[in-house]
């Protein structure tokens, strides 16, 4: 019995990091493809910048949405937010 939750543990455990490298790729490969038109990393490494917080900064990715009109779903966004804040930010 021990073994067969160790088991489902471990195939949780691999299923979500598949995910969330996937959520990652997504999200980088949107960013590049949308956002270095107007940023470079620059912008996101700057030590005055606007974001400093979760909250923020998917405000910040929902407002360059709709500027853009890319009509990203919410996935999307999140998977942006993700990238960002992985790779760059590090806010909670």
């Known amino acids: ?13 691999s299923i979500s990091s598949t995910l969330l490298a996937t959520d990652l790729e ?9 956002c270095m038109s107007c940023h470079s990393s620059d912008k996101y ?7 400093q917080s979760l909250a923020s900064l998917t405000s ?8 853009l009109g890319t009509q990203w779903f ?12 992985t790779t760059y930010y590090h806010v909670k």
């Open 45 to 51: 490494t700057a030590k005055m910048r606007r974001v």
């Open 74 to 85: 919410d996935e999307d966004i999140d998977d942006v937010v993700n990238y960002l804040n």
């Open 60 to 67: 910040q990715v929902k407002r360059c949405d709709f500027s």
């Open 26 to 34: 997504n999200g980088k490969s949107l960013h590049n493809e949308n």
């Open 1 to 13: 019995m021990k073994t067969i939750v160790l088991l489902s543990c471990l195939a949780l455990t």
